[in-house]
């Protein structure tokens, strides 16, 4: 017997050690990945780096207004078709899209929408263009008036990282509240660039683009500009290259501000026991443990609004030829986002709540940048690209990292599952209001989240 009990013995340490190196390797982390300079033009090859690059910058104007008899003939023909379906009585945009407030929406984006006016308001602070890895990479790039920075300790660069499906305009309003900000010994430059395949940045010619290596066209676009130490503020795929660009760069990026969620095994595995065993720590607020408990309506909820994602990570330019050629559709995809991702019971209304949160211009501002530089299925790829190419989730973030969670977003984080991918984390809120847009939606709000942070980390108060 005592053999059979020394082996028993063995065995199960043995045993114990296989799955504890299991477990371990499963939730563990990755090493940080050398990333090098590519090109993606056409033509471009992986690991060929084809000579020197033109690194001109050029200025550039947003503009809506030269080809407007397409659109508004396309606009016409579409209302004027009987092809919309009739929505089911009393469902809002619980199925979706909402066709008789579609309608509203066509009619005011021909009739009323002043497209010469929304341009010039676009185009109020300047654009350029500059090539970086073989592609014409769009950016806005913003300084403060010497009147403003005499206010202010220190002046230091901020780039602005949208996601999808917005834009660079979902920022528009964020940014007199970084130039000139109150309450703040600093303000800042602002750097706001379109991802590549977004608006009017080219889209990469070969597969393999993916957030981490758009982060290194973007740590390069920061370096061109002559910004060896910046902060970052993202939103959607902006949180995500934000999140790289600190993995990559963690010398130059001093601090990052963002919508944050982890996709860090341990994370998951770490909110996925305190939700169970602890539900009212893993979401302190009322409003969140009303959203996401029990698990089994989180679950519900996530697989209802991930519809999009399936498709747009397998099979993007299937759909992209349509949204590409009808503005309602192209209209009907976004603006449905901009609904539900606001606030989870603006399904209900017939209007979609659209209007409750932004004006009818600002939605078409956003439209208008995917449909003139016809870049929806583009922007949809990096879906694919993501999904297929899944290289820094396991990789923990070492710089100083500040989390904000309005209470109305898409997505289910708490700071319990946080901590392996943001170890770092200096900050963690969660706003009284606001979605998944929330610098477009309620710029003020966002504004007093991330200055507070980039303030205290200036000045090392925390």
């Known amino acids: 017997m005592g053999l059979v009990k020394t082996l028993f013995v063995v065995l199960v340490t043995i045993g114990s050690a296989y799955v504890t190196y299991i477990i371990h390797d499963s939730l563990g982390s990755d090493p940080v990945p050398e990333i090098n300079d590519e090109f993606w033009g056409p ?9 020197n690059e033109d690194e001109t910058i050029k200025p550039f104007k947003v503009d809506f207004t030269s080809d407007l008899k397409d659109l508004k003939s396309r606009l016409k023909l579409e209302l004027d078709s009987n092809r919309f379906a009739t929505p089911l009585e009393g469902v809002g945009f619980g199925y979706g899209f909402n066709t008789i407030y579609l309608k509203k929406v066509l009619t005011y984006w021909m009739e009323k929408y002043d497209f010469a006016k929304r341009e010039k308001w676009l185009n109020r602070h300047p654009h350029f ?33 949208h996601g999808w499906p917005g834009s660079f305009v979902e920022y528009q309003k964020l940014i007199d509240y ?124 996530s697989l209802r609004e991930s519809g999009y994602l399936h498709i747009q990570a397998t099979k993007p330019d299937t759909i992209g030829i349509g949204l590409t050629q009808s503005p309602s559709g192209l209209a009907a995809y976004i603006l449905e986002k901009f609904s539900t991702w606001t606030n989870e ?33 583009s922007s949809m790829r990096l879906y694919s690209e993501a999904f297929n190419n899944w290289h820094t989730f396991r990789i923990p973030v070492t710089t100083p990292t500040a989390c904000v969670i309005p209470p109305e977003d898409v997505v289910a984080a708490s700071e319990v599952g946080l901590m392996s991918k943001f170890p770092n984390l200096k ?36």
Request: proline share 7%.
């Open 43 to 51: 033509g471009s090859k992986p690991g060929v780096i084809p000579g």
């Open 427 to 462: 900050h963690f809120s969660s706003p009284n209001s606001g979605g998944h847009f929330l610098s477009y939606e309620a710029p003020e709000v966002a504004a007093k989240e991330a200055l507070k942070f980039f303030n205290d980390i200036e000045f090392d108060k925390i």
């Open 345 to 377: 019971s603006f399904m209900d209304k017939e209007d979609g709540g659209l209007e409750h949160k932004f004006t009818m211009d600002e939605l078409l501002d956003n439209v208008m940048v995917y449909w003139v530089s016809k870049c929806i299925t």
């Open 178 to 301: 970084f130039l000139e900000p109150k309450n703040s010994e600093i303000n800042f430059e602002i750097v706001i660039p379109s991802l590549p395949g977004y608006g009017f940045s080219q889209a990469s010619s070969r597969p393999g683009l993916t957030p981490v290596r758009i982060a290194n066209i973007l740590g390069r676009l920061m370096k061109r500009l002559g910004y060896e130490k910046y902060y970052t503020l993202g939103e959607d795929w902006g949180s995500l290259i934000s999140t790289d660009m600190g993995i990559l760069y963690p010398d130059r990026v001093k601090g990052t501000h963002f919508s944050c969620y982890s996709f860090h095994p341990m994370d998951q595995f770490k909110q996925f026991i305190s939700t169970i065993f602890s539900p009212t720590t893993t979401f302190p607020s009322p409003r969140a443990r009303e959203r996401y408990l029990p698990l089994s309506k989180l679950m519900g909820y």
């Open 129 to 161: 263009k500059t090539k970086i890895g073989g592609l014409d990479i769009h950016f806005q790039h913003i300084k403060p008036t010497k009147t403003m920075n005499d206010k202010y300790k220190k002046t230091v660069p901020i780039i602005f990282i």
